[in-house]
Nanobody
Framework: QVQLVESGGRLVQAGGSLSLSCAAS????????MAWFRQAPGKEREFVAC????????YYADSVKGRFTISRDNAKTTVYLQMNSLKPEDTAMYYC??????????????????WGQGTQVTVSS
């Protein structure tokens, strides 16, 4: 059983930067693919970025490609999301997710077995 705790969300102005962290405990972190999803009010939870444990490959949603960077520190059992050039449409609750499954794309909600409680990111215009 893996526990995930997100932090770092806050109010930021458009064009600014923010770094989110997700601390994991209770499992062998290096053997979990990790992802960030987000959910805005009234919308579906959507994929943002993931980093696979098998080959450390990263994938991004088109809407954040070139602005966001996902990374992981296995020694600290933490995954990060560096967000630059933030836009008002990035406003959402950001969730961290984990999975040990290998035969998944990593970009679907159903690929993940463990979820954090979320951290709120608000981007003002």
């Amino acid at each position: 059983q893996v526990q995930l705790v997100e932090s770092g969300g806050r109010l930021v102005q458009a064009g600014g930067s923010l770094s989110l962290s997700c601390a994991a405990s209770g499992g062998t972190f290096s053997r979990y693919s990790m992802a960030w999803f987000r959910q805005a009010p009234g919308k579906e939870r959507e994929f943002v970025a993931c980093i696979r444990w098998t080959d450390v490959a990263t994938y991004y949603a088109d809407s954040v490609k070139g602005r966001f960077t996902i990374s992981r520190d296995n020694a600290k059992t933490t995954v990060y999301l560096q967000m630059n050039s933030l836009k008002p449409e990035d406003t959402a609750m950001y969730y961290c997710a984990a999975t040990q499954r290998v035969a998944v794309s990593g970009r679907g909600r159903l690929d993940y077995d463990y979820w954090g409680q979320g951290t709120q990111v608000t981007v003002s215009s």
